[in-house]
């Protein structure tokens, strides 16, 4: 084991047979083989790098090929290198959203010329990704170019190049997110270890959303059809391993977003939501076992999801940082997550907003500030939360909206910026709301919502930032009521 | 005892200044092992040659007070911590009057030290007192060796002269069949302390002033040199007898143990620490051995059998009392629960008791002071002036030659 | 005292989400519990809302329950389990906090209910409430900063008239300092105030004598049952206080204390644990020392296993956590192995012949409007840890291990950014804590700025300047190279002795990582791999044991970390001899093997 972080289990004394705390930088990793070599007597060790993330595999490349255990290097580059990547797609006849890549802004407009905004805007070869934007009219479009040539290592490095450009892809608004971890072994065949629906659509980083699995809005034949994708993307790349991919959901078009071979941050809740363990069958799997061999000696088991749902929800830091704009986005935040798991999707919905520490309330109050295109939805949130007993306050946009269908509102509070009459951080700061629903307002500037957000976080009260968090917060709510938690252990969910 | 006088210590750079600048390049240095092993480095300290037992230390702190222990002497030194010097030097944490080891090997002495206590840096110390040392040395690779051979004679001297130093270590006698005791006791008696009621007699084997300050909280100290015979030592009226640490082995010194026998008879409590705690085994008819490479440390584990407690020791020593030797004479009392090698040991029909390792602690953990309080009462059971409390402060006349700690006496 | 027969069933309260102030230290923590509970027998219930763990894996624990950490939860795993006891201390701020409410509602900890083992409510609210904690020290007799509570702004604003400003204001019950401030002037009392009072789930804050630029210090220290402590580990903070100990970069061990300091911190810090009133475990005992006039304060303990826990145990080879749970079931620590060593008893303090450097690592860059200055709230997202030889080495290894686009301290292409700035603009920046802050010293003291004047800029201690300006040096030496096949094998050693990576070789020359690495190369200059023994190779080792016999005792096969250290293989003898070393691949050592057998 390589690695240098010393709160890991990985760097625990106990874990491997030998430990190397050092840099994970190409220097180290070539003289910890080249000791580990001497010390087997003139064989090298096989070097596993897709267990650790995207640090590793940039690793990958750096060593000799033929030591690399699993996908070969070769692979990984030909799911991160965009053109080799849309060729792939291309001819497995897989949808792709429409897009390029730019390294200055004549491109970039030239590629939303041919595509249209809003565009998805990002720096390929980062981590979470960072620094990537949602991107509606031309002049946001030059700014996010400006920022990404001077952004972090970018910068750095000399700004953007051929090597190092922005893809540009047209951003599929109200798509439903999907993961899919999977591991195929070298015969071919292909295990999907878990099917994910995202709950926010697609522009929330998908470490940033809750998911769950089974999904729970997607067709059956939607499911299959990602299925049957993976297994050709695995197969294509010649995965020995894990893979990730990640798809959105369109009416009936399922488009594929990135392949990652690699095990991906989902990889625990499904093992811990199916029962089946991904990382140890994977393991075996890249230094050369079959899954049909590993199902006989037992280790790879049947899934066990037959009669729950997990639900993985992100924890987040805003609070710490209550000068920060808690709305989510496609730029990961999220330090860290919890799983609810129970009979239901919103029973498993509402223990893993307990568990985040954003309680769904009983009762109360609970204010609700929709941008428009969330307004539909929200009439459902409200007649929902009249249904459950609880008060509703909002702005008089959305209150307007409601009236509209027949939803009267508690109250109307005024505007944040107009400071006349109580608002939304008045109630909020006065503790006169159990929970709140605001959902962004465009983009940029320092608007209502953004204040209304960062009060709610600064005063602890619990709250969602996008609309269908907010469906699903009433769905548990409803299927919770009246009954107490119950809980069961993983070996009982597991049992066969 | 004298103390080094203030100006020579406080050396040209005064507190906290820069002492070698890299651009200041040391002489290439060596170390060579009597058996011929070499190791690269830079001298440092004073610029001579010097040969010595090669003994490692593992304590992470209290270089100084190591340097300054005579059990050290006729040694060389290696600290298994690497950064060594890097709070400078004072007066306050001398444990003798001068240096006693030979020399001293190091990883990384400090380039500048920093510390409020500090008045002046090691590297002028070791030029102070003429002991010359090496830096840049894999001390690890060292202690590794010393580990599987034991302690072994070696030399240290400009790289440039490597058939000389190769001599030297090959000629180094080590500390075998060495007395090493007159060489590091004081020539004269002396008195510390004064306000307290007792009145303790303390042979000077190599005696640490840390020591001395635990035992001047109980009263009067005389301190004696180890020739000193019992009588004159009976004449001097003590309501105890203590035996100090020193170098060397013990089965070296006939005199000691012939005193301290006639002394056992006088029903005097003898309280022994380290050398003294050997002797005092020998005087009861004990054995004692060699061990492989020595207890050189501050981590020590270990365990009084009397009340079952684990202390966290510090140690220095080669030899032990083994422990089958006093059996049927002396109880054994603390054992090293790390290798089972006895650590003290309470005589059944004579008033004394000793331990291996150092419950005076300079340096090392304070685990182990309540010994100095069995000793007082030892003392006041046996018909002792009169009780005292101890842990007072040593307010009243400084002894000579004793600095006054800064806090974390008693 | 062995193993407790009167206890079959174990309740381990993980520490759920990873949030800042508190990572996946505590997923090892508890995974070590839950093995070791196990291995001893007990039918281990585990609860952590966290799927993302290793405890979380069904086959840590008899029954794995990921649900929400709240205490009606647990109510109803306490309900259908009916564990005899629970072990609160080895699942951070959030498993002692739970623990506590758990105890308030009387579900724990109370006659008829599971007992609460490593620490008992009690203990737990004297560590945890400060000017209970403060008092119970001040009436041992140790000094701690002047200091005053207030439920309520007015009273804020009173007593930091009395103790005088600056002062710090920390809300009570909080994870890693969250809330917490520095104020200057009344008007920043005022707003802190308010923010900490809403931060403390009761509503209280204290309002304390702000001891800002004092140099830190951290003791890790265990306790067993026979009342019988140790100190596993000292570390010391490069950053002064003022900076939360979680995002200053620290040092273990301590590297400028004289023992006579050293000493005393060790005591009050026994002192502490023994009032405090944990009973066995471990705790973590936070000391600041004024440089000036020596006062020594204790500033709080954490009366449980805590970040700096899993540091102390990787950087030592002591398992802190795997030893607390032992400790909690009645074992005392000479009863208990040590794991490394493997004869020796865990009842010892771990000596070590290297430095370990941490440091920490930010995510500002994703948190826009955020000011990026380090403050007593800890902001960090995680850490990394480095092993070398001397202190520059093991620096310079952990600054490149944040893989945030640096080689070293300085000496890469990022370094551009700094020479863009004025020196007298860097002087300033220096004062102000930032993650950029070494490269900023490193920078200035390449431009010449003294020692001295960048510890009256920014407080850290003259001996790590120093250290840093070796580097800065060496690099200096180097620059007269034109290029890798100048140097000679002892200027290769010297320049990897003080940490500096290929990467950083091959900016200072323009020329590719390989061109250095060859030309290293050929002068034989490859790294060795020393072993994290404990015991700072003080005893011979013990023949390598590589018989597994069965699954569970599988785990005596021994288990070893390294850290490399630059030594040349040829052409001296002291190199040769070193990299036989290496060849060696040596395990383990033990402490001690019996000395008498050999005599």
């Known amino acids: 084991m390589i690695n240098c972080n010393p709160e890991t289990v990985s760097t625990d004394y106990d874990t491997s047979d030998r430990l190397y705390f050092e840099p994970l930088t190409q220097e180290d990793v070539l003289h910890v083989i080249a000791a580990e070599t001497a010390a087997a007597g003139g064989v090298p060790p096989k070097v596993i790098v897709a267990l650790g993330g995207q640090t590793p595999l940039k690793l990958a490349s750096l060593i000799p090929p033929q030591l690399v255990a699993g996908t070969a290097a070769a692979s990984i580059d030909l799911a991160e290198d965009r053109e080799k990547w849309n060729a792939l797609c291309h001819e497995l006849q897989i949808p792709q959203p429409p897009g390029g890549t730019a390294t200055d802004l004549e491109d970039a407009l030239d590629i939303v010329s041919g595509i249209g905004f809003p565009v998805l805007v990002r720096p390929s070869y980062v981590l979470g990704g960072r620094a990537m934007q949602i991107v509606h009219d031309v002049n946001q479009l030059a700014t996010a170019m400006a920022e990404l040539a001077g952004f972090g290592s970018l910068g750095r490095e000399g700004g953007l190049s051929a090597e190092r450009p922005v893809l540009i892809d047209r951003f599929l608004a109200s798509a439903v997110e999907v993961d899919v971890d999977a591991v195929r072994d070298h015969t071919g065949e292909v295990l999907i270890g878990g099917v994910m629906e995202h709950v926010e659509e697609a522009g929330v980083h998908s470490g940033d959303s809750a998911c769950a699995i089974p999904p729970p809005t997607l067709a059956p034949w939607v499911v299959e059809v990602i299925a049957a994708y993976t297994a050709a993307i695995a197969e294509r790349l010649d995965v020995r391993g894990l893979i990730n991919v990640q798809y959105a959901v369109v009416g009936t078009t399922v488009y594929v977003i990135e392949a990652n071979p690699r095990a991906s941050r989902t990889v625990p809740f499904v093992a811990k939501a199916t029962g089946v363990p991904l990382a140890k069958v994977a393991t075996r799997v890249m230094l050369g076992a079959t899954l049909a061999e590993l199902r006989a000696e037992g280790l790879l088991v049947e899934s066990a999801l037959r009669d729950h749902v997990a639900v993985k929800e992100a924890v987040l830091p805003f609070s710490r940082f209550p000068e920060v704009d808690p709305a989510l986005g496609p730029e990961m935040r999220s330090t860290g997550e919890v799983m609810g798991i129970d009979a239901t999707f919103g029973r498993a919905f509402y223990k893993a907003e307990l568990a985040a520490g954003n309680p769904l309330p009983a009762d109360g109050t609970v204010f609700l500030s929709l941008a428009d295109p969330d307004k539909p939805a ?39 910026s107009e400071g006349a009459g109580k608002t939304a951080v008045d109630l909020i700061a006065a503790g006169e709301v159990t929970f709140v629903v605001n959902t962004p307002q465009g983009r940029g500037g320092r608007t209502d919502g953004e204040q209304i957000r960062k009060a709610a976080t600064l005063h602890r009260i619990a709250n969602v930032t996008t609309v269908d968090a907010a469906l699903a917060a009433v769905q548990g709510l409803l299927e919770q009521r009246g009954h107490p938690i119950a809980v069961r252990s993983l070996q009982e969910h597991h049992a066969p | 005892m004298s103390d080094p006088k203030r100006s020579e210590l406080l050396v040209a750079t005064g507190p906290n200044q820069p002492v070698a600048t890299s651009r200041m390049r040391r002489a290439d240095g060596i170390l060579v092992l009597a058996d011929g092993t070499l190791f690269e480095g830079e001298l440092i300290g004073a610029s001579t040659a010097a040969a010595g037992e090669v003994v490692f230390n593992t304590a992470m702190t209290g270089y100084q007070e190591i340097l300054s222990d005579p059990s050290y002497a006729g040694q060389i030194i290696t600290f298994t911590t690497p950064h060594i010097g890097n709070y400078g030097v004072n007066l306050a944490d001398f444990e003798a009057r001068r240096l006693f080891c030979r020399g001293v090997v190091v990883r990384e002495l400090a380039r500048r030290p920093s510390s409020r206590r500090s008045t002046g840096d090691l590297d002028s110390l070791l030029r102070r007192y003429d002991v010359p040392g090496i830096t840049g040395v894999d001390t690890r690779r060292l202690t590794r060796l010393i580990r599987e051979t034991g302690a072994i004679p070696g030399a240290i001297g400009p790289a440039d002269d490597v058939a000389r130093i190769t001599a030297a270590a090959a000629d180094e006698p080590g500390t075998d069949g060495i007395d090493l005791v007159s060489t590091v006791t004081t020539a004269e008696p002396y008195t510390v302390g004064g306000d307290g009621p007792f009145r303790v007699v303390a042979y000077d084997f190599g005696i640490k002033r840390t020591i001395l300050r635990h035992l001047a909280e109980l009263g009067v100290v005389e301190v004696v040199p180890a020739s000193t015979p019992a009588a004159d030592v009976v004449a001097r009226r003590p309501d105890g007898v203590f035996l100090s640490n020193g170098p060397g082995d013990p089965a070296l010194l006939p005199g000691p143990v012939a005193a301290i026998q006639e002394l056992l008879g006088t029903g005097i409590p003898v309280f022994g620490i380290c050398l003294g705690h050997q002797l005092l085994g020998r005087a009861l008819g004990g054995d004692t051995v060699k061990l492989a490479f020595g207890h050189h440390g501050a981590n020590h584990p270990v365990k009084d059998l009397t009340t079952g407690a684990i202390e966290i020791t510090s140690q220095n020593h080669n030899f032990a009392v083994a422990v089958g030797s006093i059996a049927g004479v002396a109880d054994l009392t603390h054992v090293n629960l790390n290798d089972g090698v006895c650590e003290g040991l309470a005589a059944r029909d004579a008033n004394a008791f000793g331990v291996q390792h150092h419950p005076e602690a300079g340096p090392g953990p304070h685990d182990s002071r309540y010994l100095f309080h069995r000793f007082l009462a030892r003392m006041t059971s046996a018909g002792g002036r009169s009780a005292v409390t101890v842990g007072g402060s040593m307010s009243g006349d400084e002894p000579v030659g004793l600095p006054v700690p800064e806090r974390g006496v008693g | 005292m062995p193993r407790r027969d009167d206890l079959t069933t174990i309740l381990v309260i993980g520490s759920g989400p990873i949030v800042i102030g508190q990572a996946c230290e505590f997923d090892y923590s508890g995974t070590q519990a839950c093995r070791v509970l196990r291995d001893d027998g007990y039918r281990v219930v585990l609860v952590n809302s966290n799927p993302a763990t290793i405890m979380t894996d069904p086959d840590f624990a008899d029954r794995t329950y990921i649900e929400p950490l709240t205490p009606e939860v647990l109510a109803r795993i306490i309900e259908r389990e009916r564990p005899d006891a629970v072990l609160p201390t080895l699942g951070g701020q959030t498993g002692l906090n739970l623990a506590m409410a758990l105890y308030e509602q009387g579900l724990i900890g109370r006659p008829g209910t599971p007992e609460m083992i490593g620490a008992d409510a009690e203990a737990i609210a004297t560590a945890e409430d400060r000017e209970r904690f403060k008092e119970a020290m001040v009436e041992i007799g140790l000094d701690v900063p002047r200091s005053g509570i207030a439920h309520d702004v007015a009273t ?42 809403a931060a403390s789930p009761i509503g209280e804050i204290l309002v304390e004598e702000s001891i800002a630029g004092w140099k830190e210090f951290e003791l890790e220290v265990m306790r067993d049952r026979a009342d019988n402590c140790v100190v596993v580990c000292s570390i010391e903070n490069v950053d002064p206080m003022g900076v939360h100990t979680g995002d200053s970069i620290t040092v273990a061990p301590a590297q400028t204390l004289t023992d006579v300091e050293y000493q005393q911190m060790r005591d009050d810090a026994f002192a502490c644990i023994r009032r405090v009133g944990v009973e066995t475990g471990g705790s973590n005992v936070q000391f600041a020392l004024d440089p000036v006039t020596g006062r020594q304060v204790i500033i709080e303990m954490n009366p449980r296993v805590s970040r700096s826990s899993a540091l102390a145990s990787k950087a030592t080879g002591f398992p802190i956590a795997k030893i607390a749970a032992r400790l909690a079931v009645g074992y005392t620590l000479d009863e208990i192995q040590n794991d490394v060593t493997g004869v020796t008893p865990a009842c010892f303090e771990p000596t070590i012949d290297y430095v370990v ?55 890469d292409a990022a370094e551009r950014q700094l020479a863009a700035r004025v020196t007298d603009e860097l002087l300033v920046a220096v004062a102000t804590p930032t993650p950029d802050r070494i490269f900023q010293l490193g920078e200035l003291l390449r431009r010449g700025v003294t020692v001295d004047d960048l510890n009256a800029a920014c407080r850290i201690d003259a001996w790590f300047l120093d250290q840093l300006l070796a580097i800065v040096e060496e690099r200096g030496a180097l620059e007269e190279h034109s290029g890798p096949d100048e140097l000679a094998t002892r200027e290769w050693r010297r320049a990897k002795r003080l940490g500096f990576s290929d990467v950083q070789l091959a900016h200072l020359w323009s020329v590719s990582e390989v061109a250095v690495r060859t030309a290293r190369q050929a002068c034989g200059v490859e790294p060795t791999y020393k072993t994290v023994d404990t015991c700072a190779p003080s005893s011979p080792p013990r023949r390598r044991t590589t018989t597994r016999r069965g699954r569970t005792r599988a785990r005596s096969v021994r288990r070893t970390a390294r850290a490399s250290s630059f030594s040349a293989r040829a052409p001296t003898a002291s190199a040769r001899a070193s990299s036989s070393t290496t060849a060696a691949s040596t395990p383990a050592s033990p402490c001690a093997r019996p000395a008498s057998r050999r005599s």
Do not use: H
């Open chain 3, 156 to 197: 804020a604003v009173a007593v930091a008239d009395d103790v005088g400003l600056p002062v710090i204001i920390r809300p009570a019950y909080i994870l890693g300092g969250r809330g917490t401030g520095i104020a200057v002037t009344t008007d920043e009392v005022v707003r802190l105030a308010a923010i900490g009072l």
């Open chain 3, 357 to 411: 450097t941490k440091v920490p690592r930010w995510a500002f860059e994703k948190l826009p409007g955020t000011s990026g200055v380090l403050g007593t709230q800890m902001q960090s997202v995680g850490e990394v840890m480095a092993i070398g030889r001397t202190f520059p080495e093991s620096l310079q290894k952990a600054l490149r291990s944040l893989e945030q686009g640096r080689a070293g301290l300085n000496c």
């Open chain 1, 378 to 416: 929200g009439l459902v949130v409200a007649k929902r939360l009249r249904q459950l007993g609880l008060g509703v306050v909002a702005t008089q946009g959305t209150a307007d909206y409601l009236a509209r269908f027949g939803q009267g509102v508690d109250e109307v509070v005024a505007k944040v």
